[in-house]
């Protein structure tokens, strides 16, 4: 169950994807959401799909992996579809009582199935092959500007790296406290909802704990070495944006040019 | 007579099919009877803990059976809870997963779950304060006000409350001070001698088996290595080494003593017992 998330996660690797800059990865899921939600009719949704499978090949990202982001997502899915079909105005197909299918609804259902799974197969492609730090390292570059109006980017991001970096961490003590209960006979499984939320509170109590603790020795930890913020600091690796960056980004351009204009034009 | 534990050629495969495969248990086959007092060792990976965690029904086999007195645990997978029962378990750092508002509560948890009635439950939790020397006024405390010592105890109350015939322990003693982890031993060796129980200790520490156990199973990358008493353990360094680990100090000492060329007995494996050794050597006196 809990494995089932892979929000987050990282899988090492060495291809072209995994070694862009990160501003640049960021810059490109930005400018595809965009492509998504401005697309309008089977030839932009087709450009999107082909942009995607273009760069999860190169990745070599196994598809598996890429379905398997969307298994907690699967009931949200349906539901888009289902409250598409039936709530759609338009040309009815099929009527049963109150219900109508329309021909409108069942089109739009589809696009918004296909709009959802590409959205978040293509976002997760950006932190399988990002790692955190290089992530919140873009990030931080790319807010950097707003600093000028005293955004603490600096903070923002480090708040954001230490959440990402202690999220499978928490996944794993999760785990652990779960099993531990379940070993002294606690049931997260079955009864009414009521009873399964009362039965979560043997895990939340030393999950919260722990994490509190956890907290504390990070703090102490970083005061240790006399970490103070933003101000001044240097960087191990320092980023810098090379030749196939610039291509990439181009490449990311066009397509999202491509695929707001296909709608207009088709 | 029934076995406490069967294991057959018991496989366990994680993250099957991801780039992340590892198998931790390959082709385990190995048994327990009733009343032994078992010791686990291994190297850290060596798949201890995903081992024992079989016996409760907390993993399934990839492949393979695991009996627990005389029964297939996932037989029908609907009733693998009451194993949780017959194999309580300990987890490593178990203080960490203390959570109700008083120790009293937090140690009724298993009995509860189990459904015994009230004074069952009563009479259940402080028989378990006392097999694991904690005294009874801090049953009314908070759990997080114990100290780090009393808090594992307590936890290690929560499950011998169950009362289960076979009590399985992960590192009990990890990250305690001599004095509290010689404790710890001699408190399950009495549930272990008073209840008839089946115990199988897991540790790295082999000063800790030497002391307690009566067979020793070692674990290697996933295979039972080698198992017998701790004399015929101990008495193959060499192959312990292969493992990443190594026979208790007075051991080594006595070996070290026997290639300078002592007469000694090197199947020593306690103080207790170095002492002994070594009195007789100077003609009895200590
Ligand atoms: N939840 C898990 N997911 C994936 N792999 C795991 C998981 N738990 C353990 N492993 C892997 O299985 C192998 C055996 O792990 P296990 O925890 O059983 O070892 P151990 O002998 O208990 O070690 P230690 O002495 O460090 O507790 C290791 O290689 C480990 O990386
Ligand atoms: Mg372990």
Redesign the pocket.
């Known amino acids: 169950m809990l494995q089932d998330i892979t929000l987050g996660q990282y899988f090492p690797g060495s291809t072209l994807i995994h070694r862009l800059d990160p501003r640049v990865k960021l810059v490109a899921a930005f400018l595809y959401i965009v492509a998504l939600f401005s697309a309008q009719g089977p030839v932009a949704y087709g450009l999107c799909l082909l942009w995607l499978v273009l760069v999860t090949s190169v990745s070599k990202v196994h598809i598996r992996l890429m379905l398997k982001g969307l298994k907690p997502l699967l009931f949200i899915i349906i539901f888009t579809a289902v409250l598409n079909v039936f709530y759609t105005p338009g040309r009815i197909i099929y009527e049963f009582y109150f219900l109508h299918i329309t021909y409108e609804g069942i089109a739009l259902a589809f696009y918004m199935v296909v709009r959802i799974i590409l959205l978040i197969t293509g976002t997760s492609l950006l932190t399988y092959t990002t790692s955190p730090i290089m992530l919140t390292d873009g990030i931080e570059l790319l807010l950097n500007p707003l600093k000028k109006i005293k955004v603490p980017v600096h903070e923002l991001s480090m708040m954001m790296t230490i959440a990402l970096r202690f999220i499978p961490t928490l996944i794993e003590e999760t785990?652990k406290i779960m099993n531990a209960q379940k070993a002294r006979g606690a049931d997260f499984e079955s009864g009414r909802l009521i009873r399964r939320i009362k039965a979560l509170s043997p895990v939340l109590i030393p999950l919260f704990v722990s994490a509190f603790r956890r907290a504390d020795e990070l703090a102490v930890a970083m005061e240790c070495r006399l970490y103070r913020g933003g101000e001044g600091r240097t960087r191990l690796k320092e980023l810098s944006l090379t030749r196939a960056d610039y291509y990439s980004l181009a490449f990311c351009l066009v397509f999202t040019a491509l695929a707001i204009l296909s709608g207009k034009i088709f | 007579m029934v076995k406490s534990i069967e294991v057959k050629n018991l496989t366990h495969v994680?993250?099957a099919g991801t780039p992340?495969e590892?198998t931790?248990l390959s082709d385990i086959s190995f048994s327990v009877e009733k009343g032994e007092f078992v010791g686990i060792i291994?190297h850290?990976?060596?798949?201890?803990?995903?081992?024992i965690q079989h016996f409760n029904g907390l993993k399934k086999p990839t492949s393979g059976t695991v009996m627990i007195e005389g029964e297939d645990v996932w037989a029908n997978p609907r009733d693998v809870k009451k194993f949780r029962f017959r194999a309580g378990m300990v987890f490593?750092y178990p203080e960490y997963q203390l959570f109700e508002e008083t120790v009293f509560l937090d140690i009724a948890f298993g009995p509860k779950n189990m459904g015994l009635k009230q004074s069952e439950i009563e009479e259940r939790v402080l028989e378990a304060v006392e097999f694991v020397g904690l005294s009874p006024d801090i049953l009314e405390k908070s759990p997080f006000d114990l100290s780090g010592g009393q808090k594992r105890r307590a936890a290690i109350a929560g499950v011998i409350a169950m009362r289960p015939g076979i009590l399985i322990l992960d590192?009990p003693t990890a990250g305690l001070d001599p004095r509290g982890r010689d404790d710890i031993l001699l408190h399950i060796s009495e549930y272990h001698k008073k209840m008839n129980a089946t115990v199988l200790l897991?540790t790295?520490s082999m000063e800790d088996i030497a002391k307690t156990v009566n067979r020793i199973t070692v674990?290697s990358r996933?295979k039972i290595l080698t198992d017998g008493t701790p004399k015929e353990v101990f008495s193959e360094p060499e192959l312990l080494k292969s493992a990443g680990l190594s026979v208790p100090q007075v051991t080594r000492v006595f070996l070290r003593l026997r290639e300078l060329g002592a007469p000694v007995d090197t199947t020593v494996y306690t103080v207790e017992q170095a002492v002994k050794q070594l009195s007789a050597l100077r003609g009895g006196k200590v």
Do not use: I, R
């Open positions: 785990e | 994680y993250s992340f590892t931790a291994g850290t990976g060596s798949g201890k803990s995903t081992l490593q590192e897991v790295h674990l996933g």
